[in-house]
Protein backbone atom coordinates (compact mmCIF):
# COMPACT_ATOMS: atom_id res chain seq x y z
CA UNK A 1 0.00 0.00 0.00
CA UNK A 2 1.55 3.41 -1.11
CA UNK A 3 2.12 5.78 1.93
CA UNK A 4 -0.65 8.63 2.12
CA UNK A 5 0.73 12.46 2.59
CA UNK A 6 1.35 13.91 5.89
CA UNK A 7 0.52 17.44 5.19
CA UNK A 8 -2.73 18.09 5.19
CA UNK A 9 -4.04 20.41 2.56
CA UNK A 10 -3.91 24.29 3.42
CA UNK A 11 -7.08 26.14 3.47
CA UNK A 12 -7.28 29.48 1.91
CA UNK A 13 -7.16 32.79 3.15
CA UNK A 14 -7.84 36.32 2.00
CA UNK A 15 -4.57 38.12 2.99
CA UNK A 16 -4.22 39.38 6.31
CA UNK A 17 -3.92 43.01 4.98
CA UNK A 18 -6.67 42.85 3.49
CA UNK A 19 -9.00 41.09 5.63
CA UNK A 20 -8.14 42.84 8.16
CA UNK A 21 -10.13 46.16 7.02
CA UNK A 22 -13.53 44.13 6.04
CA UNK A 23 -16.28 41.78 7.71
CA UNK A 24 -15.98 38.96 5.15
CA UNK A 25 -15.33 35.19 6.31
CA UNK A 26 -11.21 34.80 6.67
CA UNK A 27 -10.94 31.09 5.88
CA UNK A 28 -12.53 30.82 2.19
CA UNK A 29 -12.73 27.04 2.15
CA UNK A 30 -12.19 23.89 0.43
CA UNK A 31 -12.67 23.55 -3.37
CA UNK A 32 -13.80 20.00 -4.27
CA UNK A 33 -10.32 19.06 -5.61
CA UNK A 34 -9.13 19.53 -2.13
CA UNK A 35 -11.48 18.37 -0.25
CA UNK A 36 -11.15 15.04 -1.69
CA UNK A 37 -7.21 15.26 -1.77
CA UNK A 38 -7.62 15.99 2.08
CA UNK A 39 -10.14 13.42 2.82
CA UNK A 40 -7.57 10.69 1.33
CA UNK A 41 -5.11 11.34 4.04
CA UNK A 42 -7.83 9.75 6.50
CA UNK A 43 -6.90 5.78 7.65
CA UNK A 44 -9.89 4.87 7.97
CA UNK A 45 -9.86 3.67 11.66
CA UNK A 46 -11.98 0.65 12.49
CA UNK A 47 -10.99 1.79 16.11
CA UNK A 48 -11.85 5.76 15.09
CA UNK A 49 -10.79 7.37 18.19
CA UNK A 50 -11.55 11.02 16.51
CA UNK A 51 -15.03 9.57 17.04
CA UNK A 52 -14.63 9.72 20.75
CA UNK A 53 -12.85 13.27 20.60
CA UNK A 54 -16.44 14.37 19.70
CA UNK A 55 -19.04 15.56 21.83
CA UNK A 56 -22.03 14.73 19.32
CA UNK A 57 -20.30 11.19 18.06
CA UNK A 58 -20.50 12.31 14.55
CA UNK A 59 -19.50 9.19 12.13
CA UNK A 60 -16.21 10.75 11.34
CA UNK A 61 -14.39 8.16 9.03
CA UNK A 62 -18.10 7.85 7.65
CA UNK A 63 -18.64 10.86 5.91
CA UNK A 64 -14.77 11.91 5.40
CA UNK A 65 -14.71 8.34 3.34
CA UNK A 66 -17.86 9.74 1.22
CA UNK A 67 -16.04 13.03 0.69
CA UNK A 68 -13.15 10.82 -0.34
CA UNK A 69 -15.35 9.09 -3.05
CA UNK A 70 -16.80 12.72 -4.60
CA UNK A 71 -19.92 11.92 -2.49
CA UNK A 72 -20.74 15.26 -0.82
CA UNK A 73 -24.33 14.86 -0.22
CA UNK A 74 -23.92 11.58 1.12
CA UNK A 75 -21.15 12.78 3.14
CA UNK A 76 -23.21 15.71 4.48
CA UNK A 77 -26.32 13.58 5.19
CA UNK A 78 -23.90 11.35 7.26
CA UNK A 79 -22.90 14.35 9.49
CA UNK A 80 -26.64 15.15 9.52
CA UNK A 81 -27.61 12.15 11.24
CA UNK A 82 -25.67 13.49 14.69
CA UNK A 83 -24.69 17.26 14.13
CA UNK A 84 -27.61 19.49 12.54
CA UNK A 85 -25.11 22.39 12.71
CA UNK A 86 -22.10 21.09 10.49
CA UNK A 87 -21.48 24.19 8.75
CA UNK A 88 -21.34 25.79 12.01
CA UNK A 89 -19.34 23.36 13.66
CA UNK A 90 -16.65 23.30 11.18
CA UNK A 91 -15.60 27.04 11.33
CA UNK A 92 -16.13 27.81 15.00
CA UNK A 93 -15.07 23.93 17.11
CA UNK A 94 -11.78 23.49 18.48
CA UNK A 95 -11.07 20.38 16.45
CA UNK A 96 -7.39 20.49 17.80
CA UNK A 97 -8.51 19.77 21.25
CA UNK A 98 -11.17 17.44 19.98
CA UNK A 99 -11.42 15.16 17.03
CA UNK A 100 -8.54 15.65 15.56
CA UNK A 101 -6.30 16.00 18.91
CA UNK A 102 -7.46 12.05 18.56
CA UNK A 103 -6.19 11.58 14.75
CA UNK A 104 -3.42 8.90 14.88
CA UNK A 105 -2.11 11.13 11.65
CA UNK A 106 -1.32 14.09 14.24
CA UNK A 107 1.07 11.27 16.13
CA UNK A 108 3.89 11.53 13.32
CA UNK A 109 2.53 14.66 11.41
CA UNK A 110 -0.73 17.02 10.74
CA UNK A 111 -4.21 15.46 11.61
CA UNK A 112 -6.60 15.29 9.40
CA UNK A 113 -8.37 18.57 8.80
CA UNK A 114 -12.15 17.11 10.40
CA UNK A 115 -13.32 20.42 10.89
CA UNK A 116 -12.35 21.66 7.63
CA UNK A 117 -13.80 18.40 5.67
CA UNK A 118 -17.07 19.15 8.13
CA UNK A 119 -17.37 22.52 6.91
CA UNK A 120 -17.19 21.89 3.16
CA UNK A 121 -19.62 19.21 2.96
CA UNK A 122 -22.28 21.02 4.56
CA UNK A 123 -21.49 24.08 2.70
CA UNK A 124 -21.54 22.56 -0.52
CA UNK A 125 -24.56 20.76 0.03
CA UNK A 126 -26.59 23.74 1.58
CA UNK A 127 -25.66 26.04 -1.55
CA UNK A 128 -26.41 23.50 -4.04
CA UNK A 129 -30.58 22.85 -3.82
CA UNK A 130 -30.55 19.90 -6.09
CA UNK A 131 -28.67 17.95 -3.59
CA UNK A 132 -29.94 19.36 0.03
CA UNK A 133 -32.77 16.62 0.40
CA UNK A 134 -31.55 16.15 4.00
CA UNK A 135 -32.59 19.68 4.73
CA UNK A 136 -36.43 19.75 5.50
CA UNK A 137 -37.88 22.20 2.54
CA UNK A 138 -41.23 23.20 3.93
CA UNK A 139 -42.70 22.76 7.82
CA UNK A 140 -44.12 19.46 8.26
CA UNK A 141 -47.98 19.17 9.56
CA UNK A 142 -48.85 20.43 12.82
CA UNK A 143 -46.33 18.20 15.41
CA UNK A 144 -48.63 15.57 17.45
CA UNK A 145 -46.58 15.16 20.39
CA UNK A 146 -46.39 16.39 23.70
CA UNK A 147 -45.05 20.73 23.97
CA UNK A 148 -41.90 21.51 25.21
CA UNK A 149 -40.20 24.93 25.57
CA UNK A 150 -37.28 26.02 25.09
CA UNK A 151 -35.07 28.95 26.80
CA UNK A 152 -32.73 30.85 24.46
CA UNK A 153 -32.01 29.82 20.92
CA UNK A 154 -28.33 28.92 21.26
CA UNK A 155 -26.01 26.24 20.59
CA UNK A 156 -27.37 24.09 23.29
CA UNK A 157 -31.06 25.25 22.47
CA UNK A 158 -31.42 24.96 18.83
CA UNK A 159 -29.90 21.42 19.33
CA UNK A 160 -32.06 20.30 21.51
CA UNK A 161 -35.00 21.79 19.50
CA UNK A 162 -34.24 20.26 16.71
CA UNK A 163 -33.37 16.38 18.46
CA UNK A 164 -37.24 16.41 19.92
CA UNK A 165 -38.70 18.00 16.56
CA UNK A 166 -37.54 15.30 14.45
CA UNK A 167 -39.53 13.21 16.53
CA UNK A 168 -42.81 14.78 16.49
CA UNK A 169 -42.39 16.89 19.37
CA UNK A 170 -44.44 20.41 19.78
CA UNK A 171 -41.29 22.72 20.40
CA UNK A 172 -40.94 26.46 21.07
CA UNK A 173 -38.08 28.52 21.72
CA UNK A 174 -38.22 31.04 23.41
CA UNK A 175 -35.81 34.23 22.79
CA UNK A 176 -34.46 37.00 25.05
CA UNK A 177 -33.56 38.84 21.85
CA UNK A 178 -34.71 40.31 18.73
CA UNK A 179 -33.50 37.39 16.33
CA UNK A 180 -32.51 33.84 17.24
CA UNK A 181 -29.27 32.27 17.15
CA UNK A 182 -27.50 33.11 20.73
CA UNK A 183 -24.47 33.37 21.01
CA UNK A 184 -23.86 32.35 17.09
CA UNK A 185 -25.43 35.85 16.05
CA UNK A 186 -24.41 38.19 18.73
CA UNK A 187 -20.71 36.76 20.26
CA UNK A 188 -19.02 35.24 16.86
CA UNK A 189 -17.75 37.76 14.53
CA UNK A 190 -19.15 37.66 10.84
CA UNK A 191 -15.20 37.23 9.90
CA UNK A 192 -15.57 33.75 11.47
CA UNK A 193 -18.71 32.79 11.30
CA UNK A 194 -21.06 34.27 8.69
CA UNK A 195 -24.73 35.60 9.68
CA UNK A 196 -26.49 34.65 7.10
CA UNK A 197 -25.50 30.71 7.14
CA UNK A 198 -26.67 30.70 11.37
CA UNK A 199 -29.68 32.18 9.47
CA UNK A 200 -30.06 28.98 7.03
CA UNK A 201 -29.05 26.28 10.19
CA UNK A 202 -32.06 27.99 11.97
CA UNK A 203 -34.80 28.04 8.82
CA UNK A 204 -33.76 24.17 9.04
CA UNK A 205 -35.67 24.09 12.39
CA UNK A 206 -38.20 26.37 10.95
CA UNK A 207 -38.85 23.65 8.57
CA UNK A 208 -38.74 21.27 10.77
CA UNK A 209 -42.13 22.91 12.90
CA UNK A 210 -40.12 24.49 15.96
CA UNK A 211 -41.56 27.77 16.37
CA UNK A 212 -39.78 30.58 17.51
CA UNK A 213 -40.15 33.48 19.59
CA UNK A 214 -38.34 36.47 20.13
CA UNK A 215 -38.29 39.34 22.60
CA UNK A 216 -39.61 37.03 25.68
CA UNK A 217 -37.14 37.39 28.48
CA UNK A 218 -37.55 33.92 30.92
CA UNK A 219 -38.05 35.31 34.31
CA UNK A 220 -39.64 38.56 33.39
CA UNK A 221 -42.09 37.96 30.73
CA UNK A 222 -42.88 34.60 31.78
CA UNK A 223 -41.71 32.78 34.34
CA UNK A 224 -40.93 28.67 33.82
CA UNK A 225 -43.40 28.05 36.34
CA UNK A 226 -45.94 29.70 34.28
CA UNK A 227 -44.50 28.01 30.87
CA UNK A 228 -45.59 24.99 32.91
CA UNK A 229 -48.88 25.68 33.59
CA UNK A 230 -49.39 26.84 30.45
CA UNK A 231 -49.01 23.28 28.70
CA UNK A 232 -45.80 22.46 28.15
CA UNK A 233 -44.76 19.50 29.41
CA UNK A 234 -40.87 19.51 29.67
CA UNK A 235 -38.63 23.02 30.01
CA UNK A 236 -34.83 22.97 28.60
CA UNK A 237 -33.13 26.09 29.86
CA UNK A 238 -30.40 26.56 27.22
CA UNK A 239 -29.87 30.46 28.02
CA UNK A 240 -26.23 30.98 27.27
CA UNK A 241 -23.76 32.91 29.93
CA UNK A 242 -24.62 36.67 29.05
CA UNK A 243 -23.52 38.40 32.49
CA UNK A 244 -19.88 40.02 31.28
CA UNK A 245 -17.63 39.84 34.56
CA UNK A 246 -15.40 43.32 35.41
CA UNK A 247 -11.91 43.39 36.79
CA UNK A 248 -13.29 45.90 39.81
CA UNK A 249 -10.44 48.01 38.98
CA UNK A 250 -10.54 52.03 39.34
CA UNK A 251 -11.87 53.25 35.84
CA UNK A 252 -14.26 51.07 34.92
CA UNK A 253 -16.99 53.36 34.82
CA UNK A 254 -15.30 55.49 32.07
CA UNK A 255 -16.74 56.18 28.97
CA UNK A 256 -15.27 54.47 26.56
CA UNK A 257 -14.95 50.89 28.35
CA UNK A 258 -17.25 47.77 27.32
CA UNK A 259 -17.65 44.11 28.55
CA UNK A 260 -16.82 41.83 25.35
CA UNK A 261 -20.34 40.84 25.48
CA UNK A 262 -21.51 44.45 24.64
CA UNK A 263 -19.04 45.58 22.28
CA UNK A 264 -19.40 42.17 20.27
CA UNK A 265 -23.33 42.35 20.20
CA UNK A 266 -23.31 46.04 19.21
CA UNK A 267 -20.89 44.93 16.74
CA UNK A 268 -22.43 41.41 15.36
CA UNK A 269 -26.10 42.09 16.01
CA UNK A 270 -26.83 45.73 15.73
CA UNK A 271 -24.40 46.28 12.62
CA UNK A 272 -22.47 49.14 14.42
CA UNK A 273 -19.92 49.24 11.47
CA UNK A 274 -22.72 50.60 9.46
CA UNK A 275 -22.04 54.81 9.94
CA UNK A 276 -26.37 54.25 9.60
CA UNK A 277 -26.74 51.96 12.61
CA UNK A 278 -29.13 53.27 15.37
CA UNK A 279 -26.59 52.00 17.86
CA UNK A 280 -22.74 52.68 16.71
CA UNK A 281 -19.93 52.32 18.38
CA UNK A 282 -17.22 54.43 19.58
CA UNK A 283 -13.59 52.70 18.83
CA UNK A 284 -10.81 55.26 18.76
CA UNK A 285 -7.23 54.72 17.50
CA UNK A 286 -5.77 52.78 20.96
CA UNK A 287 -7.91 49.85 21.49
CA UNK A 288 -7.24 47.50 24.86
CA UNK A 289 -8.94 44.19 24.98
CA UNK A 290 -7.96 42.63 28.33
CA UNK A 291 -8.24 38.70 28.42
CA UNK A 292 -6.65 35.95 25.75
CA UNK A 293 -9.75 33.88 25.42
CA UNK A 294 -11.20 33.00 21.99
CA UNK A 295 -13.35 36.29 22.67
CA UNK A 296 -10.41 38.79 23.76
CA UNK A 297 -9.36 37.77 19.98
CA UNK A 298 -12.92 38.24 18.66
CA UNK A 299 -12.67 41.49 20.24
CA UNK A 300 -9.28 42.80 19.11
CA UNK A 301 -9.81 42.04 15.72
CA UNK A 302 -13.09 43.29 14.96
CA UNK A 303 -11.61 46.64 16.62
CA UNK A 304 -9.33 46.37 14.34
CA UNK A 305 -11.77 46.51 11.25
CA UNK A 306 -13.53 49.08 13.13
CA UNK A 307 -10.54 51.29 12.53
CA UNK A 308 -8.53 51.10 15.46
CA UNK A 309 -4.64 51.86 14.42
CA UNK A 310 -3.38 49.52 17.51
CA UNK A 311 -5.69 46.87 18.84
CA UNK A 312 -4.27 45.30 21.98
CA UNK A 313 -4.62 42.32 23.60
CA UNK A 314 -3.52 42.14 27.72
CA UNK A 315 -2.96 38.58 29.08
CA UNK A 316 -1.30 38.51 32.20
CA UNK A 317 0.11 35.12 31.47
CA UNK A 318 2.19 34.07 28.60
CA UNK A 319 1.88 32.81 25.01
CA UNK A 320 1.58 29.57 25.97
CA UNK A 321 -0.82 29.91 28.54
CA UNK A 322 -3.13 31.40 26.38
CA UNK A 323 -6.47 30.18 26.31
CA UNK A 324 -7.88 31.22 23.14
CA UNK A 325 -7.25 28.61 20.09
CA UNK A 326 -4.26 28.73 18.46
CA UNK A 327 -5.64 29.37 14.80
CA UNK A 328 -7.21 33.06 16.20
CA UNK A 329 -4.43 33.64 17.69
CA UNK A 330 -2.42 33.35 14.84
CA UNK A 331 -5.01 35.34 12.54
CA UNK A 332 -5.03 37.95 15.16
CA UNK A 333 -0.74 38.25 14.68
CA UNK A 334 -1.43 38.30 10.50
CA UNK A 335 -3.67 40.90 10.97
CA UNK A 336 -1.55 43.15 13.01
CA UNK A 337 -2.69 42.74 16.71
CA UNK A 338 -0.24 43.84 19.69
CA UNK A 339 -0.07 41.06 22.12
CA UNK A 340 1.36 42.55 25.47
CA UNK A 341 1.60 39.36 27.67
CA UNK A 342 2.65 39.42 30.80
CA UNK A 343 1.11 42.67 31.88
CA UNK A 344 -2.02 42.99 33.97
CA UNK A 345 -4.58 45.88 34.19
CA UNK A 346 -4.16 47.93 37.69
CA UNK A 347 -6.62 50.77 37.03
CA UNK A 348 -7.93 52.38 33.54
CA UNK A 349 -7.19 56.49 33.95
CA UNK A 350 -9.37 59.03 31.84
CA UNK A 351 -9.98 62.66 31.34
CA UNK A 352 -13.10 64.56 30.91
CA UNK A 353 -15.20 61.34 31.36
CA UNK A 354 -13.81 59.41 28.41
CA UNK A 355 -10.59 56.90 28.76
CA UNK A 356 -7.41 58.40 28.14
CA UNK A 357 -5.00 55.52 29.25
CA UNK A 358 -4.62 51.86 30.79
CA UNK A 359 -2.06 51.61 33.94
CA UNK A 360 -0.93 47.91 33.61
CA UNK A 361 2.54 46.40 36.03
CA UNK A 362 4.32 43.66 34.35
CA UNK A 363 4.04 39.93 35.90
CA UNK A 364 5.95 36.84 36.01
CA UNK A 365 5.23 33.18 36.36
CA UNK A 366 5.11 30.97 39.47
CA UNK A 367 3.89 28.16 40.87
CA UNK A 368 0.56 26.15 39.19
CA UNK A 369 -2.61 27.18 40.39
CA UNK A 370 -5.69 25.28 40.55
CA UNK A 371 -5.95 25.31 36.93
CA UNK A 372 -2.66 24.05 36.38
CA UNK A 373 -1.60 26.88 34.95
CA UNK A 374 1.68 29.18 36.48
CA UNK A 375 -0.10 31.87 38.68
CA UNK A 376 0.62 35.29 37.63
CA UNK A 377 3.05 37.76 40.09
CA UNK A 378 3.19 41.22 40.18
CA UNK A 379 6.81 42.34 40.02
CA UNK A 380 7.33 45.39 42.39
CA UNK A 381 7.72 49.23 40.31
CA UNK A 382 7.35 47.74 36.84
CA UNK A 383 4.07 49.95 37.30
CA UNK A 384 3.73 51.55 33.32
CA UNK A 385 0.79 53.86 31.41
CA UNK A 386 -0.29 52.64 27.65
CA UNK A 387 -2.16 55.59 26.32
CA UNK A 388 -5.58 53.99 25.51
CA UNK A 389 -8.90 55.86 23.70
CA UNK A 390 -11.07 52.32 24.37
CA UNK A 391 -10.66 49.30 26.80
CA UNK A 392 -12.73 46.14 26.07
CA UNK A 393 -13.31 43.40 29.24
CA UNK A 394 -12.80 39.95 28.36
CA UNK A 395 -12.40 37.94 31.15
CA UNK A 396 -15.48 35.79 31.29
CA UNK A 397 -19.23 35.77 31.29
CA UNK A 398 -21.43 34.07 34.04
CA UNK A 399 -25.30 33.36 33.63
CA UNK A 400 -27.84 35.81 34.23
CA UNK A 401 -29.45 35.67 37.28
CA UNK A 402 -32.94 36.05 36.40
CA UNK A 403 -34.06 32.24 35.86
CA UNK A 404 -32.70 31.59 38.95
CA UNK A 405 -34.26 34.12 40.99
CA UNK A 406 -37.55 33.31 39.76
CA UNK A 407 -37.61 29.85 39.41
CA UNK A 408 -38.25 27.77 42.70
CA UNK A 409 -36.80 24.75 42.97
CA UNK A 410 -33.84 24.76 40.67
CA UNK A 411 -29.93 24.53 42.32
CA UNK A 412 -27.41 27.07 41.26
CA UNK A 413 -23.97 27.23 42.28
CA UNK A 414 -22.05 29.88 44.09
CA UNK A 415 -21.29 31.92 40.42
CA UNK A 416 -24.84 31.02 39.37
CA UNK A 417 -24.44 27.38 37.28
CA UNK A 418 -27.84 25.55 37.17
CA UNK A 419 -27.00 22.35 38.94
CA UNK A 420 -28.21 19.33 36.98
CA UNK A 421 -27.50 15.90 36.85
CA UNK A 422 -25.08 15.26 34.40
CA UNK A 423 -26.29 11.75 32.51
CA UNK A 424 -29.61 13.53 31.88
CA UNK A 425 -28.98 17.18 32.11
CA UNK A 426 -32.32 17.19 34.71
CA UNK A 427 -32.35 20.38 37.33
CA UNK A 428 -34.01 19.36 40.96
CA UNK A 429 -37.23 21.01 39.33
CA UNK A 430 -39.36 17.88 37.60
CA UNK A 431 -39.77 18.10 34.01
CA UNK A 432 -36.66 20.94 33.86
CA UNK A 433 -33.38 20.31 32.41
CA UNK A 434 -30.66 22.60 31.65
CA UNK A 435 -27.99 22.68 29.26
CA UNK A 436 -24.81 24.82 28.03
CA UNK A 437 -23.31 27.59 29.07
CA UNK A 438 -26.04 27.78 31.39
CA UNK A 439 -24.47 25.00 33.50
CA UNK A 440 -20.99 25.44 32.38
CA UNK A 441 -20.00 28.77 32.57
CA UNK A 442 -18.77 30.04 29.26
CA UNK A 443 -17.81 27.10 26.84
CA UNK A 444 -17.44 25.66 23.06
CA UNK A 445 -20.06 25.64 21.14
CA UNK A 446 -20.10 22.27 20.29
CA UNK A 447 -19.97 21.17 24.05
CA UNK A 448 -23.32 23.05 24.36
CA UNK A 449 -24.58 21.18 21.41
CA UNK A 450 -23.77 17.83 22.98
CA UNK A 451 -25.81 19.20 26.19
CA UNK A 452 -28.74 20.17 24.33
CA UNK A 453 -28.02 16.32 22.39
CA UNK A 454 -27.98 14.44 25.72
CA UNK A 455 -30.86 16.61 27.20
CA UNK A 456 -33.66 15.85 24.17
CA UNK A 457 -32.92 12.20 24.70
CA UNK A 458 -33.60 12.58 28.58
CA UNK A 459 -36.72 14.91 27.82
CA UNK A 460 -37.80 11.97 25.20
CA UNK A 461 -37.53 9.28 27.94
CA UNK A 462 -39.20 11.36 30.70
CA UNK A 463 -42.08 12.40 28.72
CA UNK A 464 -42.94 8.98 27.23
Aim: charged share 20%; with cysteine.
Amino acid sequence: MPSLPNDRVKMPEQDPNVRNKNFSEVALGYNPEAAIAEAKRCLNCKNAKCVSGCPVNVPIPEFIHKIAGGDFKEAYETLFTQNALPAICGRVCPQENQCEGQCIKGIKGEAVAIGRLERFAADFTMNDPALNRSIPQKPPAKPTGPKVAIVGSGPAGLTCAGELARKGYDVTIFEALHEPGGVLMYGIPEFRLPKALVKKEIAKLNNLGVAIIPNVIIGKSITIDELLADGFKAVFIGSGAGLPKFMGIPGENLNGVYSANEFLTRSNLMKAYDQESPTPIFVGKNVAVIGGGNVAMDAARTAKRLGAEKSYIIYRRGEAELPARKEESHHAKEEGIIFKFLSYPTAIIGENGWVSGLECIDMALGPPDHSGRRSPIAKEGSEHLLAMDTVIVAIGQSPNPLIRQSTPGIATQKWGGIIVHEDTMATDKTGVYAGGDAVSGAATVISAMGAGKKAAAAIEQYLS
